[in-house]
């Protein structure tokens, strides 16, 4: 049983397939990245600013919706729930925390790299 074929074993060079864009480029490939638009805005760096946007985005969309819910209880009491306004607030609070911690961790960490120097 042969894997290969004698006649493709010739010479030194073998071409292996990119089964991921992140992964190394060729020469030739590499040259036709640089000239396109998404090489020069960002690939890793982009997504995880994305991310970042869209995490502080669902935050602020929480915040909304409890503050809202909340609003339409007091002026149509009748129009809401009061455990969804309750879950909304619990969630709003919660995922402000979470930021905030998580921005507190971030800064510790800046300036713990900023003072190994």
């Known amino acids: ?3 290969i074929d004698p006649a493709q074993a010739m010479g030194n060079v073998v071409r292996l397939a990119r089964t991921d ?3 190394l480029a060729g020469i030739g490939e590499a040259l036709s ?8 805005g960002g690939g890793i760096e982009q997504k995880f ?14 915040q909304l919706k409890a503050m ?4 339409r209880m007091i002026t149509d009491p009748a ?14 609070n919660l995922a402000l925390s ?7 961790r971030a800064l510790a960490a ?3 790299i900023i003072n190994v120097r």
């Open 33 to 40: 990245a640089t000239a396109s638009p998404s090489a020069a």
């Open 21 to 23: 864009p992140r992964h």
């Open 79 to 92: 129009s809401v729930n009061v455990e969804d306004v309750t879950i909304a607030l619990a969630d709003a």
């Open 68 to 71: 809202d819910l909340s609003q």
């Open 110 to 112: 800046y300036r713990e």
């Open 1 to 3: 049983m042969a894997l």
């Open 49 to 62: 600013g994305d991310l970042l946007l869209g995490a502080l985005g669902d935050v602020n969309q929480s």
């Open 98 to 104: 979470m930021t905030k911690a998580i921005v507190d």
